[in-house]
């Protein structure tokens, strides 16, 4: 009977390291599976922020064009404006501005009032012997 049930619990231990190592074989490959699936999922979430980041770049990219754009018409525009006003301006207020820049004092408001306002005076003066 030893011999019978020997030979019994052999092959019972032999079948049950069996088991035991598929099963540990199973275990290991499904965490290398999950282990796998974790880092597609990883790879995923990283292509949507890489393809969310890219986006948004593009954008601001086209909102900085647009801007610089508009900065380049306005550069433009105050240089033909500020062409024009050298070519209208006296020689004294030429001068008069370029002590200005170098002293790094702002223009007085009394002397562009001035300025501004002689042209105006003898118009309105024209306007009164007439009326």
């Known amino acids: 009977m030893k011999v019978g049930f020997l030979q019994k619990q052999v092959p019972d231990q032999i079948i ?3 088991l035991f190592l598929e099963l540990e074989h199973h275990l290991k490959s499904s965490s290398g599976a999950s282990v796998v699936a974790i ?5 995923q979430a990283m292509d949507l922020v890489k393809s969310h980041l890219m986006y948004a770049v593009r954008e601001e990219v086209e ?3 647009e801007q610089i754009k508009e900065l380049i018409e306005k550069n433009s525009q105050l240089e033909q404006e500020n062409t024009l006003l050298k ?4 020689p004294e207020q030429l001068a008069q501005f370029q002590a200005q820049l170098q002293t ?7 002397q562009s009032q001035g300025t501004t306002q002689q042209p105006a005076q003898p118009a309105s003066q024209g ?5």
Do not use: Q, R, W, Y
């Open 127 to 131: 306007s009164g012997p007439s009326a």
């Open 63 to 65: 909102v900085l064009k």
């Open 16 to 18: 049950m390291k069996v």
């Open 104 to 110: 790094g004092s702002p223009p007085s408001s009394s």
């Open 39 to 43: 880092d597609n999922k990883i790879e």
């Open 87 to 90: 070519t209208l301006a006296s």
